[in-house]
């Protein structure tokens, strides 16, 4: 009975840690590009662009399409 409860709140806790998953536009500032990542980036070597935070890869690399710094050579 232990074991099920355990594993059933395990379970609990992973489906929340997949949703909380955020995502990122960030520009690269030597090389001029965009890309999406999943971690909050460092403001060392990258910026972010875009509206902030996404929350799924696909809105986030749709968003990249249409910012207009991601899209000027």
């Known amino acids: 009975m232990k074991k099920l409860i355990v594993c059933g709140a395990l379970a609990a806790f992973g489906a ?3 949703n909380a998953t955020e995502f990122y536009i960030v520009r690269d500032a030597a090389t ?3 890309t999406v990542v999943d971690t909050k ?3 060392t070597t990258t910026t972010v662009v875009g509206d902030g935070v996404y929350k799924t890869k696909t809105e986030a ?3 990249v399409k249409t910012t207009k710094v991601c899209t000027e050579q």
């Open 16 to 18: 929340q840690a997949a």
């Open 41 to 43: 980036p460092t403001p």
């Open 61 to 63: 690399e749709s968003a």
């Open 32 to 34: 001029k590009k965009c």
